[in-house]
């Protein structure tokens, strides 16, 4: 992934100087797993495209992504001092700086996904899975979810799931679909549609169990759960319930890829999750 980081730093180079700048290449540049574009890659690999094809949009997705974790970090949010092992973006410059940090991310998304390939069309239905993934339908309906779960005192499991479905498997989901567009497959997207979707309940249920389980020294950011209020999967179930919950996510993402014409580079990607400890 150097090369995608790299390229993603020039991109964001090209931005007049300013603190704003300076604050979206600090987030940015801060690691993380790269997830969402390993998945487009992965996905691509699997329709036999070279991942080079895919960059821009790659880098458009993983911009979504962390402007979501700077505002998510924000006093007005989830009031979170530490992400990915520095300080999180307010707190390294200032509130107003990380909220406009944010949105230049996102802005700089769409910029990059209208321009995600030579072709016009395929760019207008990316920006349009873009918009719907990051929108008031999906991640940003889920995290308004979540904010409103905090004052429960209890959280049915299912409320839980459509959570988990709208901020975060919304967009695990959309480079898997973009992949399907970009490889002209739209036969392919409800079956993407359905494993983005378990996909994101895993990854989500396994971060709930580490921010119980492991100290934020060792995450790399705060564990805010519980100081929060926040209802998730294991504090509800309890941490040895949600490690079931998991593994059967587990087992069932692992026949979804079954189905899949070229599953290995989603299953090496399944399996790297399955053994994560941040």
């Known amino acids: 992934m150097n090369n995608f980081d790299e390229l993603c730093t020039a991109f964001l180079e090209q931005i ?35 991942a080079e094809s895919g960059l821009r949009l790659a880098a458009a997705i993983e911009m979504i992504h962390t402007y979501s974790l700077i505002h998510d970090d924000l006093p007005a949010m989830d009031n979170d001092d530490l992400r990915r092992g520095k300080p999180t973006c307010h707190k390294q410059f200032d509130e107003a700086t990380a909220i406009l ?21 395929k760019n207008v239905r990316i920006v349009c899975a873009m918009a ?33 479905q709208a901020k975060t498997g919304e967009l695990l989901t959309l480079p898997l679909i973009c992949a399907a567009i970009i490889a002209d497959r739209d036969e392919d997207i409800e079956a993407w549609q359905t494993f983005g979707a378990k996909l994101g309940y895993y990854f989500q249920i396994q971060d709930d169990i580490l921010d119980l389980s492991v100290s934020s020294e060792e995450l790399g950011k705060s564990t805010s759960d519980l100081h929060n209020h926040k209802q998730t999967m294991a504090t509800c179930l309890g941490i040895d319930e949600a490690k079931k919950l998991a593994e059967a996510c587990y087992e069932e993402l692992n026949q979804l890829c079954d189905k899949l014409s070229q599953p290995e580079p989603i299953r090496a990607i399944l399996l790297t999750l399955h053994h994560r400890r941040r």
């Open 16 to 50: 007049k100087p300013s603190a704003v700048k300076d604050a979206m290449l600090y987030s940015f540049s801060a690691g993380g797993k790269r997830l969402r574009p390993k998945l487009l890659f992965a996905a691509l690999e699997s329709y036999g495209i070279h």
């Open 101 to 121: 940090a944010g949105d230049g991310l996102l802005t700089e998304a769409f910029y990059y996904g209208a321009t995600a390939t030579v072709d016009p069309a």
């Open 132 to 164: 719907k993934a990051a929108g008031a339908n999906g991640m940003i309906l889920g995290q308004a979810l979540d904010l409103e779960a905090e004052k429960k005192t209890a959280c049915a499991l299912s409320e839980l799931a459509v959570i988990h």
